[in-house]
Structures are given as C-alpha cells and as structure tokens.
C-alpha cells in the first residue's frame, strides 16, 4: 500500500529474533504525494481511508513522468537468480523527482520480499542513486530489509550492500524454475505450517481422507518441540493411508525454503537461537520426512 504517513512503521516497529531494531520513518514527501496520490480509487477501504494501492500509484506515475527518456535501473542478486527493474524518472532538477525516489523504495522493497536479495546495485542519476542508497542503509527507511535480507538468503553473517554501479555493470536478469509435480496420484501426506497451528492433510488418488488443525506455541525455543509437534500430528495422518503407504510429503511454510527444502529463514521458529536453528532446523523438514516415511520425495 502507499499512504501519506509511515505506512510501514508497525511493521518496523516489531521485536525481531536476538534484536530490536529502531523505528525508522517512510514517510513520503508532498512532491510524491501529488503524483503518487493524485487519483483516488473508485473503492475506499472503510477502515483506511488513506489506503491507496500500489497497483494505482504506479499507474498515476508512469502517466506523469510518461515522454521521460531517464531511467532509474536497479539489479537484485541472489544465490539462483538476479531481479531487474527499469523505471523512467524524471530530471534531478525536476520539482517531482522525490515521485521518483520513493516508488523506487517502494518497488525495490516488493521486488526484495518476492525474491529475496544478497545486495542492491543501482544505476542512474546519482541524486535518486544516493537517495535510494541511503534509503537502503543502516539508519535509513528500509533499515528493516537489509538487516533482514543476510537472513532470508542463508548468510546472516555476511552483510547487504547497497552500492552505485554503471549500468553496464548490472547483472542481467535470471530466475531458477522450480519442477513440482502435477499428478496427485498414490498417498501423500501434506502439512502446512502457521502461525498458531500445524494442519495436516492425508490424501490417496486426490481425494482428502483426513485433515486436522494441531495447535502449537511458535514461540517456543526448544526446536525439538517443534520437530516434535509436526512429526506427531503427521503420524496421526498417515495412521488413515491404507496400509500407512505413504509415496510422497510436500508442504508449506512462511519464510525462505531452498530449493532442497532447507528452512534456510522461517518466522515461525522465531526464538530458537542461530546456532540451534542452524544444528536443527535448517534441515527439519527433511528429518521430519524421513522420520514419518522414510525416503520418499518431498517438496516444501
């Protein structure tokens, strides 16, 4: 969303994992306002008024800054792949340019959280260049992110640069397709992992022959209660597979997973400190697997 006040505060504003971090301000600036907000939506959201939809505020910006042949480009590299972006902006002397300077905040945010980002590369005028740099450095609006970012791609030790290249010197884009299967045939096993439950699914030839919700504490910092918890509500579901048959195990979580199905970040073991979470919960769906079906596939 893009309101006319720090529409990410509350966000900033949470107790992380082994640290606190500063409330840092987003606000955006009246030059951005005019342009970004200039066109109301048809709907107003009863309990925000002032919520204005992303999808909106770019369209309002792209029809002022339309004609424009500057171009702000940004890369976002990551271990499988590189996000690309190239927005039209205007001049640096130009009255709109803050327009500018925050929907590219607010477009390298979005573009950070979908796929993730070990650092940002930046090409462009250096008045919108610094401004966006300083925006993603320690101190600055999107402070969150790059203290965030070291974790989501599995190296919390290492940390996110922000730095101003020539465009020639951005990577090219690049994406690693992920292969899932599409053919729900046998018995499967299925879980999802939420905030306040762990739900189960136990299923042969697509049709669904047991589904439970099983409560846990999140909070809890023992990841062996954890692995304890999903193993023993996937039990109970492959209890209702003929035979305890089980040909395959796919499931969700809300985080970072790997392509090898490591919960290389997951908010939902937010206080397991680093080093259990890396000795035992990096790999806990592949233990939990093998725990409840041996070696069968698995896809998180």
């Not at 959201?45 to 909106?56: K, Q």
């Not at 390298?108 to 450095?137: D, H, N, P, T």
């Not at 899932?180 to 939420?194: E, I, K, M, Q, S």
Request: aromatic share 8%; net charge negative.
């Amino acid at each position: 969303c893009l309101e006319p006040c720090d529409w990410n505060a509350s966000r900033r504003a949470q107790k992380l994992p082994h640290e606190a971090l500063a409330t840092t301000m987003a606000k955006m600036p009246m030059p951005a306002m005019k342009v970004l907000l200039g066109k109301k939506p048809q709907v107003l959201a009863p309990l925000d008024p002032n919520f204005a939809p992303l999808v909106l505020a770019k369209k309002n910006y792209l029809k002022a800054v339309e004609g424009s042949d500057l171009f702000f480009e940004w890369a976002l590299p990551r271990a499988d792949g590189v996000g690309r972006y190239k927005l039209p902006v205007f001049a640096d002397d130009h009255e709109d340019v803050d327009a500018s300077i925050y929907l590219a905040g607010v477009l390298i945010q979005e573009m950070m959280w979908q796929r993730s980002a070990s650092e940002l590369l930046l090409s462009g005028s250096s008045k919108i260049c610094e401004a966006v740099k300083a925006a993603y450095s320690k101190g600055g609006a999107y402070e969150f992110e790059i203290l965030q970012m070291p974790r989501v791609c599995g190296t919390p030790e290492k940390a996110f640069e922000t730095k101003i290249v020539p465009v020639d010197n951005l990577p090219k884009a690049a994406d690693t397709p992920q292969q899932c299967g599409t053919v729900p045939n046998g018995c499967r096993l299925a879980f999802d992992l939420g905030k306040s439950d762990v739900k189960t699914v136990a299923v042969k030839d697509g049709e669904v022959l047991y589904s439970k919700e099983t409560e846990w504490d999140v909070t809890n910092t023992d990841p062996d209660y954890h692995f304890k918890v999903i193993t023993d509500a996937l039990k109970l579901a492959k209890q209702e597979l003929p035979d305890g048959k089980v040909d395959a195990v796919g499931g969700s979580a809300t985080g970072t997973i790997s392509g090898q199905n490591e919960a290389t970040w997951c908010d939902i073991f937010p206080n397991v400190s680093p080093d259990d979470y890396k000795a035992k919960v990096v790999d806990i769906f592949k233990r939990i697997t093998k725990e409840v079906a041996g070696n069968v596939p698995l896809k998180v």
